[in-house]
C-alpha cells in the first residue's frame, strides 16, 4: 500500500472520530439544559461553581456549562439564553457574563461564550 492510498484513509477516520465526539458532546450538553437554581448533579465542582454563579444573576431559560479542559477547570464553555439579554447586542452580553464571572476568569486558560436573548 501507497502512502498516498493510506491519506483518504486517515481522513475518513478523522472524520468518523469527529463525527462521534461532537454526538456526545451534543448528547452531554442536552442533558444538562433543564435549567434550575441547583446545578445538575453531572456537573463537576468547577462547573457547578459557575453554573449557581450564572443562575443567580441571570435567571436564565437556559444554562450550559461545561468544562472542555479535560477536567481540570482550566477552560469552560458556557451557554446562557436570559431575558437579561434583551435588546442588548453579543459584546454587550459578554460584557455582562465576563463582569459576573471576573474572579473566575482570573484562573482560567479561556472561556468560550455563547449568549442570547430569550424569546
Do not use: W
Amino acid at each position: 500500500m501507497s502512502l498516498r492510498s493510506l491519506i483518504p484513509m486517515a481522513r475518513m477516520a478523522t472524520r468518523a472520530t469527529s463525527t462521534s465526539r461532537i454526538a456526545s458532546m451534543t448528547q452531554l450538553r442536552f442533558n444538562s439544559t433543564v435549567v434550575s437554581s441547583t446545578p445538575p448533579a453531572s456537573l463537576n465542582e468547577g462547573e457547578k461553581h459557575l453554573y449557581s454563579k450564572l443562575f443567580e444573576k441571570f435567571q436564565p431559560t437556559k444554562l450550559i456549562v461545561e468544562d472542555i479542559s479535560g477536567g481540570c477547570g482550566s477552560m469552560y464553555q458556557v451557554e446562557v439564553v436570559s431575558l437579561a439579554f434583551k435588546d442588548l447586542n453579543m459584546v454587550k452580553q459578554h460584557r455582562l457574563v465576563n463582569e459576573t464571572l471576573k474572579e473566575e476568569i482570573k484562573g482560567m486558560h479561556g472561556i468560550r461564550l455563547t449568549t442570547k436573548a430569550a424569546a
